[in-house]
């Protein structure tokens, strides 16, 4: 809904610039007539109100653009989850548990008549509990848009320890999953202690655990209070965007290793410890019950799983508040949320490359017209755009250097016969290219990006104060400058 809101600010904006171009000329035109030094100042005002126009055609331009990348941010975004719709979603893994199911017992409705009322069942969770598992991650392209698949390979191995229940006769038992899209599940193997093999098979949903989707039925002989019954299990599970696993056990160790070297480790559980480089990441996850809850953690898993897949830019929403130890595979360089950082950058360039020409009309003496500060503010506004399509097709880097350069040769020869000069035509491309080249490390910055950029604006800001220092700005707009060109 982005894109919405960039076109509902485009006319606000504009109709501010507007009121500020009306107050700027409405200055300039009452002072024209008093004195020469008051004529000098309405042709300074008059220029700065026409750039103020220029200025609000440029804001509309960025709008524009910023609003074109999020339209395609968020048909990227629709792409993924139709993927996802038709593949299968982020995946998360809830259990083993093991239900425990009574027989109903009598009681009354409110008529005062005999009914069955239905007796909660029983979940037992492990004691302990290991996962351990490498995901593989892929590219699945639609069209221009791609989504990130992966395929996860996971063992598990723990052991439960069963309560008395002599006085709570029970009618079954059950080793029971939630997986939120089970559709992804091409392999499930448990075994017992024993090596003996469990039947596994479609899971029935029960009130309390609406999720579950997994199911193996257990003998009931093996419920034996005080005696540990240990389990083996090997899932092959495929999914989009994110795996998470819920450490449902009294203490748990999750491993998990891929050879993607950009992952984002989510959920209400980070790793205990983690090694991330070129060949990929390994993490590792200590839960134990003091962390969870114990066994008040379960209520929270009881609302149907609603994880979604989603793009890059949001892994942090795909699981919602959920107690679970989670990697989100990203995409370091999204184009989308790179352009989008670029355009919101832009008209601070903008203004920066109009400032420039401004001084080198005061400064040099040479004459520009408005249209002039508008074309070159427009070739700067371009940037975005070329950069934006280039990078939907391209490597990001390779896009922005493509439409960096072609910008900078472009203003740097029409700088040339703007300001009546090829050497400044040259030092204005070569300036241009330079802004370009900081804007790229601020987009490749993350923690130490706002201090780059303020410390980038203080120092433009520093040159343009210390090459006016000695300029006596109501002289600015009476001279006739030669046109000399060398």
Known sequence: MRHFTGCIAIPALAAKSALFCQIVATFAFQHEDSNEGSRIMSNLAKKLAMLGIVGAVIVVALLCIESKVAERSSRRDQVVEQIAAEFAGAQELVGPLVMIEFPDKP?????KEKVLERVPPLFVRPGKLDVAGSVAAEQRYRGLFRARTFEAALTLDGEFVFPDLSERPFTRARLVFAVADARGIRELQLTDDAGQALVVKPGGSVEEMPGINVQSELDRRLIVPARPWKFHGGLKIAGSGALAVAPVAEANTIELKSSWPHPSFIGEFLPASRNIDASGFAAKWQVNDLATGGQDMLPRFHAPSQVKARGASHPAEVFGARPLAAVALLDPVDPYVLSDRAVRYGFLFVLITLATVLLFEVLQGA???????????????????LLFSLSEHFNFALSYAAAGLACAILLGYYGAYM?????RGLVFGVGVACLYGLMYVLLTLEDTALLVGAVAQFLALAIAMVLTRRLNWYSVGDNEPSRTAT
């Open 107 to 111: 009681g009354y409705n409110r008529d």
């Open 367 to 385: 004459r520009i017209h408005p249209m002039q500060y508008l074309l070159a503010g427009l070739a700067v506004t371009v940037f975005f755009m």
């Open 419 to 423: 300001l009546e000069s090829k050497v």
